[in-house]
């Protein structure tokens, strides 16, 4: 019976002229988990809507205190990153000298150059079960990072913002944010590394920042046994394990967070004081921005 009608859909296809052939099969997107929270940007998405609530993305956090999102998101021209396949498309986070975020009821946080483009509200579905967060990256090599500086440009931080499930960093690492463990000392790490922190601030996994591809990063947090385990690929690759399930307090309720968060050099507090260079330009491009349930081992890659 089965085999009946697939004769006959291929009999049809071949009558009408239809390609049944791999155009067909690269358009399908390689997403085959519940998606929990979406920040793929479709295709047609204009930069006016990421001041709206029609963005993915808060319109208000955390950002500089007088830009807007419109102003902070460009669309850059590049291929699209492989979970944006078949209908969303890249975006880029930008900073400048005016990226100075002022929280509500703090004061403006002249350490850091920030922009983050912010998920869920702490209190979501991706905050419990077994999730997947998943995000790629590309460079822009005319606003590239200086990697004398620490980067944090993906993180999961805890509603009591006292710290991150996880975080994604880059650059040479701030003394204040040493690893805690013994293999990894700040001095060893490479400035040229992507460093995956959990969240004790412990290193967990590297790997070198690709200047003309796309990497693809995931990060399953089971909040059921405590754990988090990293997958990643370049370009269009199938994401692979590259650790087992690692122990890692994921306590604490949180939200997701994807831009740049440029730390200064000379600083004492991180946050209020230390040095950042004038004229500043750099940016970071993202794509397939998702959070999947993961629950019974499904994963994306
Ligand atoms: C984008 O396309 C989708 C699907 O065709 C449509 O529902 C949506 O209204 C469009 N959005 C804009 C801003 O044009
Ligand atoms: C897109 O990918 C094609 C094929 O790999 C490549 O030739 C082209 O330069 C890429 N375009 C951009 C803007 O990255
Ligand atoms: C934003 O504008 C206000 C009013 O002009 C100013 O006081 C504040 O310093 C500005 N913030 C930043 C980060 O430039
Ligand atoms: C957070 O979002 C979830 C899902 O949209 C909703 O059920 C919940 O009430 C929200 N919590 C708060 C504190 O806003
Ligand atoms: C990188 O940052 C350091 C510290 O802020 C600064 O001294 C240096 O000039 C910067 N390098 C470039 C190439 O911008
Ligand atoms: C440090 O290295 C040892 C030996 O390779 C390993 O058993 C241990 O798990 C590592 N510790 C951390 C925190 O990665
Ligand atoms: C938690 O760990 C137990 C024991 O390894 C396993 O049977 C169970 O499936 C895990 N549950 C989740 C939600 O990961």
Redesign the pocket.
């Known amino acids: 019976m089965i085999i009946v009608i697939s004769i006959s859909t291929a009999f049809v296809a071949a009558l009408f002229g239809i390609a049944l052939g791999s155009p067909v099969a690269r358009s399908v997107s390689a997403i085959k988990c519940p998606i929990t929270i979406d920040g793929r940007v479709p295709t047609n998405f204009t930069l006016p809507m990421f001041d709206t609530t029609a963005s993915p993305f808060s319109p208000q956090y955390s950002k500089g205190q007088n830009l807007t999102w419109s102003q902070i998101i460009k669309l850059p021209d590049v291929n699209v990153s492989k979970f944006d396949i078949p209908g969303d498309k890249a975006i880029e986070v930008t900073i400048n000298d005016q990226s100075i975020f002022l929280p509500g009821g703090g004061k403006q946080q002249l350490g850091f150059r920030r922009a983050g483009l912010l998920m869920g509200n702490g209190s979501d579905a991706t905050n419990v079960?077994?999730k997947t967060f998943h995000w790629s990256v590309q460079q822009d090599s005319s606003m590239k990072m200086n990697l004398t500086h620490e980067y944090m440009n993906v993180w999961h931080e805890r509603n009591d913002y006292n710290g991150n499930q996880f975080s994604f960093n880059t650059g040479i690492m701030l003394a204040q944010d040493k690893p805690t463990d013994t293999n990894v000392s700040t001095t060893g790490l490479d400035k040229n590394l992507w460093k995956i922190l959990n969240n004790k601030n412990d290193v967990i996994w590297t790997t070198y920042i690709v200047w003309d591809n796309w990497q693809n990063f995931a990060v399953t947090v089971?909040?059921?046994?405590n754990?988090l385990q990293i997958w990643y690929s370049v370009g269009s690759g199938p994401l692979q394990a590259v650790t087992e399930?690692l122990a890692n307090d994921n306590s604490g309720g949180g939200q997701f967070q994807i831009g740049i968060a440029k730390k200064p050099t000379e600083t004492i507090t991180v946050v209020y004081d230390g040095y950042q260079e004038s004229n500043l330009h750099e940016g970071q491009i993202y794509g397939g921005i998702f959070i999947e349930d993961s629950?019974?081992?499904c994963i994306s890659t």
Do not use: E, K, L, Q
């Open positions: 079960g077994v089971d909040y059921v046994n754990t399930p629950i019974g081992g």
